[in-house]
């Protein structure tokens, strides 16, 4: 399973404000088949079993924002791909809150 997390930083917008240009890039991606997301304060976390998809996603989101008359799109993409367990990224938070008291 392939983990990612996606953060999209539109810059010189004049405003200070990203939320519009991040739902945006959020939702070119709602219909991408074989792709999960969770969107939280500072990014978004893609869920897949094949990379090209969370390519895919990533492309799809830099380039909406671009299509809104963005000229420049910082993203950053970090990628955790594990091989020897398949785990939804829901068992991955169970896992560290079992450690929590």
Same mark, same amino acid.
């Given at each position: 399973? +392939?983990? $990612?997390? +996606?953060?999209?930083?539109?810059?010189?917008?004049?405003?200070?404000?990203?939320?519009?240009? #991040? $739902?945006?890039? #959020? =939702?070119? @991606?709602?219909?991408?088949?074989? @792709? %999960?997301? *969770? +969107?939280?304060?500072?990014?978004? @976390?893609? =869920?897949? !079993?094949? #990379? !090209?998809? #969370?390519?895919?996603? $990533?492309?799809?989101?830099?380039?909406?924002?671009?299509?809104?008359?963005?000229? %420049?799109?910082?993203? @950053?993409?970090?990628?955790?791909? %594990?091989?020897?367990? =398949?785990?939804?990224? *829901?068992?991955?938070? =169970?896992?560290?809150?079992?450690?929590?008291?």
């Amino acid at each position: 399973m +392939i983990h $990612a997390e +996606i953060s999209v930083y539109p810059m010189g917008t004049g405003n200070t404000s990203a939320s519009f240009y #991040i $739902a945006k890039a #959020i =939702e070119s @991606i709602q219909k991408i088949d074989g @792709i %999960r997301y *969770e +969107i939280n304060p500072m990014g978004t @976390i893609l =869920e897949s !079993d094949n #990379i !090209d998809k #969370i390519y895919d996603a $990533a492309k799809s989101m830099m380039e909406v924002v671009h299509n809104l008359g963005v000229n %420049r799109v910082e993203v @950053i993409l970090k990628v955790d791909s %594990r091989k020897d367990k =398949e785990k939804k990224m *829901e068992e991955k938070l =169970e896992s560290v809150k079992k450690f929590l008291k």
